[in-house]
């Protein structure tokens, strides 16, 4: 048998109203209380009758979330997490997969009549999309944005301390040569990695003895590693824009039959499922993905039901050590006599 609202309201040790005025959105509710009622939801695996709902307040019930790719475990654990929160409220998740705001899935959710409001992860084309959404009226949220006019709308991450987190470590250690490989630099988020990177460097009076470009790709990793072996001037430390640059870069190692960290300490970013499975375990910095998708959610549910939205705030993402960074070859030697 479904659980019912009654179910809800004794498992939360609240009244049936007050359950009712949390399915409802209800400003008139004690946080506490609306916690407590999510949890009991959680639990019981109850979901509202969001049709009745919807009808009822002349709503769709449902929240769109427009994304480029769900190759990536960051943005995967992302969306499970918004679909979680939004779920609590009695809402829908419909994704949309579109890597340009050019392709035909990007505009089919983009409608009044189809979403109560919409949810951006990671778009390179805010300048074209947000003005459209603001024509139409739906209210909307972004995760990383790039254009820096839309951050009072955007869940802020703290990259920029990310990659002053990942230049400190490697500083610390003992490390002079260090180099970074970076995503695009069309994303707002790659450059504040780099120059948080800089920035750590700067405060220990060292520089990058080089900077490079890419895509986030293993390709990218592999490519570059492959060609500074062949030109000799592997740096004794690297801090890769991503996790799957790193990949590329330890691939590349070990086909030459070198090792990490003995030959290169190697930091990367986002903590995807993989940086656990590799040989080492490669360090890197998380990004707080059940914050993100929590802000996001709360921000774009303040909009739409007329609530004041919460005020911004940046999250702080986190160097996790693992086993691909140590101390320089020579402190290795040293303490090895």
Known sequence: MKPSIFDVAKRSGLSVVTVSRVLNGSGNVREKNRLKVQQAMKELGYRPNSAAQSLAKGKTGVVGLLLSTLQDSVFDAIVKSVHDELAGHGYFLALSVSPSCREPGSSFLMERDRVDGMIILSPTWEDELIPDL?????????????NPAYDLSAVQVGHYSGGYAAGKHLVELGHSSIAHLSGPSNYKSTIDRQNGFLKALAEHGLEPVFIEEGTYSMDTGYEAAKRWLAEGRLPEALFCGDDYIAVGVLNALQEAGLAIPRDLSLVGYDDQNLATLLHPKLTTVAQPVLEI?????????????????????????????????????????????
């Open 293 to 337: 998708a929590r802000s996001a959610v709360d921000g774009l549910l303040a909009q739409m039901e007329g609530r004041e939205a919460p005020p911004p705030v940046v999250l702080r993402p986190e160097l996790v050590v693992r086993e691909s960074t140590a101390p320089p070859l020579s402190d290795w030697k040293e303490n090895s006599v």
């Open 134 to 146: 603001e024509r139409k009226g739906i209210p909307y949220s972004i995760i990383d944005n790039q």
